[in-house]
């Protein structure tokens, strides 16, 4: 994959180092800019380059996503999305306190979230870069967190939650010309607004589930895929983890997937479908006297009847 530089930067001196910086990051896989500069002045240099108010962050973002919108046309794509804290405590006394940064969830510490969309070929594997990344942060007299009934009744734009959908929206957007975009996200991606506003014939979301939500006929969800006849089973070897005290076995799981209809609660927008229909797979590990087993719910908009589609989802 080749780097996409810098195209749209009105100064040529901007445009040079920019694109300098970008070279210098792909070829050493560095995030360092003590690292990355080979003297202080380099260093300084690249420091009043990110500084500098003709650079923004969304110039930055866009020449990243600029990767995927050449690279991904008549691809299937995996479009992997989840959030990070970046933790700025220890910089606290370097930081300017101007609004770009804030609070984070970790105790409330100085900080930021950075949300990145990793675009990966399908198929084989190979990176095409980041379709969006989305970057903000909590006001340093924001709570980190609202436990006020209100914020249930608040619509889903105004939430921070948005921020799963936002980043599908950009990401369908960018990844316009593939053939296929499956979205990937962890638990906190299991909205019911993302199911009804994101999917069409070539975009599917495959989340991890988050609630044991009523379904149609008041069965909760987690009990209805569970009770489901076996479709297939598979062995995956465990590394271990002496920290976690997790020992090294092959775990053998079980297979079982269908159907679902699940229906939105009484915060949801009035102007989306009262249902959905999706598909659910169940991953779970079997064996005796076995510690914290392995136990995945997924959802997705992408239908699946069969188990050599099931496995590709939990393989993604």
Known sequence: ???????????????????????????????????????????????????????????????MSSNCIDSVGQKSVLCIQDTSEINLFNHRNRVRKDGSVGINGTGGSLGFFIHPSFVLDAETLMPYGFSDVKVWNRTLEEPVKERSHKKNLLPIEEKESYKWIESSLNSKKALRHAKEVIIIQDREGDIYEQFCLIPDAKTHLLIRAKSNRILEGKQRLFEHVSSKSLQGSYTVELE?????????????????????????????????????????????????????????????????????????????
């Open 1 to 63: 994959m080749q780097t996409r530089h810098f195209e749209d930067l009105k100064d040529k001196r901007l445009l040079n180092r920019g694109n300098s910086i970008l070279n210098r990051l792909f070829a050493n896989s560095i995030y360092s800019v003590r690292q990355l500069a080979e003297s202080d002045s380099e260093a300084k240099a690249i420091y009043r380059f990110l500084q500098n108010d003709n650079v923004s962050e969304k110039d930055i973002i866009r020449n």
């Open 240 to 316: 271990g983890d002496k920290r976690r005290g997790v020992k090294k076995r092959t775990a053998t799981i079980e297979v079982r997937f269908c159907e679902v209809t699940m229906s939105g609660n009484q915060y949801t927008s009035k102007h989306l479908p009262e249902k959905i229909t999706l598909y659910a797979i169940e991953a779970k590990e079997v064996g005796e006297n076995i510690e914290n087993p392995i136990h995945w719910r997924l959802l997705t908009t992408k239908r699946v009847e069969d188990f050599p589609t099931a496995m590709l989802c939990i393989q993604w």
